[in-house]
């Protein structure tokens, strides 16, 4: 069950075109540090934001696909 939802999610990732891809990661990233710096308090939403710009920028950039 959780398999089949992992490749289905891969599945349409793989089929995105090249900044919408770079977008999603981005926005996946942006969530990621942003709930991080809620638990450690130790960042802010600043750092977030910016962490999801650089991720966005860099997988457009440098698309391993």
Do not use: C, N
């Not at 910016?50 to 698309?63: L, P, S």
Request: aromatic share 16%; charged share 15%; hydrophobic share 55%.
């Amino acid at each position: 069950m959780v398999l089949d939802s992992y490749y289905r999610l891969e599945a349409w990732a793989e089929d995105l075109p090249r900044l919408k891809f770079a977008i999603a990661v981005g926005i996946a990233s942006f969530f990621g540090v942003f709930v991080g710096s809620l638990l450690l308090q130790g960042l802010t939403t600043v750092h977030a934001v910016m962490m999801g710009v650089t991720v966005v920028i860099v997988y457009y950039a440098f698309d391993p696909r």
